[in-house]
């Protein structure tokens, strides 16, 4: 099975705080993403990597940046923690090898900011 | 205008009721996911489909592509069928186009 791990289920942290969100997955993927959720927009695409060392800006990144240095990490960064910045945070994964573009899920982090 | 819409955003049944949740898009799609997302934030692939009709035990998903629609369904509902049912499109890319998502509450 595959599976995603994100490295909080909660986090709050004080407005101006660096914050990093940390994934992992094990199943050795190439593509990984970003999302953020909130009530009655959906998910929103932050950013996505389709290899390591590389990042492409999705629809919202103002305010993020990520980071790929192995192929099974994928961290989301807060460079200023706003409160606007509160949020569930999704990881997924996907390997474009089987041409399925089926993303698999991490279990979330829902961020406060106060 | 949302590029995935669904209908309805929310929605209530009795235990055993057939659900119907369904899904418009505007644009080429590769593939039309149906995903599950229960309270605590996981969310997992029901379906991916390009064609056609796939079931699986009391799901099913249905899509036409000439009138850019797809359908889940659910038989017999049950309250663990409680969640968000989220669609998503993907057009040749590995990036994913979400509609808003319904959320069904199940009543015993």
């Known amino acids: 099975d595959v599976k995603v791990t994100q490295s909080s289920r909660y986090l709050v942290k004080r407005t101006g705080e660096k914050v990093f969100l940390e994934c992992v997955q094990d199943m050795d993927h190439e593509n990984m993403f970003w999302y953020r959720q909130d009530p009655g927009l959906g998910l929103r695409l932050i950013y996505f990597?389709?290899?390591?060392?590389?990042?492409e800006k999705g629809d919202i990144p103002e305010g993020y940046s990520v980071s790929r240095e192995k192929k099974e990490r994928f961290s989301l960064i807060l460079e200023s923690a706003s409160t606007n910045q509160t949020s569930m945070y999704l990881c997924?994964?996907?390997?474009?090898?089987?041409?399925?573009?089926?993303?698999?899920f991490g279990p979330g982090t829902r961020l406060t900011v106060t | 205008k949302n590029e995935v819409e669904q209908s309805p955003q929310n929605l209530t049944a009795q235990e055993g009721e057939f659900i119907t949740i369904n899904c418009s898009y505007s644009v080429g799609i590769s593939a039309l996911h149906w995903l599950q997302q229960h309270p605590g934030g996981g969310i997992v692939s029901l379906f991916m489909?390009?064609?056609g009709k796939k079931k699986h035990g009391r799901l099913i998903a249905t899509i036409n592509i000439q009138e850019k629609h797809s359908s889940l369904h659910i038989t017999a509902s049950h309250p663990r069928d409680s969640a968000v049912y989220i669609c998503a499109a993907t057009a040749n890319t590995d990036k994913l186009i979400f509609g808003t998502g319904t959320r069904l509450q199940v009543f015993p």
């Open positions: 489909l390009s064609s």
């Open positions: 990597s389709y290899d390591v060392k590389m990042k």
């Open positions: 997924a994964s996907s390997n474009t090898e089987l041409s399925s573009y089926e993303q698999y």
